[in-house]
């Protein structure tokens, strides 16, 4: 599977081994100025506001590697930031966090532990007025 990019390929993956329904490949995604290569299956961090809120950025590097170099971001933590332009005058959010050799995944969820402040929750579920209308 190949994933265009704008002017250059971004992305890459190939399947290695098949075994039932399950399979073992590898992820290739393009960063500026960085190649990140991850064997999947592979963990994929939640984080907030692209780190992982469980843990201190001078830490990242005790993760086990290469199996933890890829991030879920959800872009609407950064929707009340940094403007687009001025992110992208910064060399992107890879160079803005200083993680040139991670891969971020970007997916537009939150978890209601990021919020601020719930409003109540039970065992339906949770209720909560979203930060961003």
């Given at each position: 599977?190949?994933?265009?990019?704008?002017?250059?390929?971004?992305?890459?993956?190939?399947?290695?081994?098949?075994?039932?329904?399950?399979?073992?490949?590898?992820?290739?995604?393009?960063?500026?100025?960085?190649?990140?290569?991850?064997?999947?299956?592979?963990?994929?961090?939640?984080?907030?506001?692209?780190?992982?809120?469980?843990?201190?950025?001078?830490?990242?590097?005790?993760?086990?590697?290469?199996?933890?170099?890829?991030?879920?971001?959800?872009?609407?933590?950064?929707?009340e930031?940094?403007?687009?332009?001025?992110?992208?005058?910064?060399?992107?959010?890879?160079?803005?966090?200083?993680l040139?050799?991670?891969?971020?995944?970007?997916?537009?969820?939150?978890?209601?532990?990021?919020?601020?402040?719930?409003?109540?929750?039970?065992?339906?579920?949770?209720?909560?007025?979203?930060?961003?209308?």
């Amino acid at each position: 599977v190949r994933i265009q990019g704008h002017r250059r390929e971004r992305m890459k993956f190939a399947v290695k081994a098949l075994s039932g329904r399950a399979r073992a490949g590898v992820l290739q995604v393009q960063n500026p100025g960085c190649c990140v290569s991850m064997e999947t299956p592979c963990l994929m961090l939640s984080t907030r506001k692209g780190l992982p809120h469980f843990l201190s950025p001078d830490l990242l590097s005790s993760l086990p590697s290469p199996d933890s170099h890829l991030f879920q971001v959800c872009p609407l933590h950064f929707a009340e930031g940094l403007s687009m332009q001025s992110m992208n005058n910064l060399g992107g959010l890879h160079k803005m966090l200083g993680l040139p050799e991670y891969g971020l995944g970007a997916v537009l969820r939150d978890s209601i532990i990021c919020l601020p402040e719930s409003s109540s929750t039970n065992k339906n579920g949770a209720s909560f007025e979203a930060p961003f209308d």
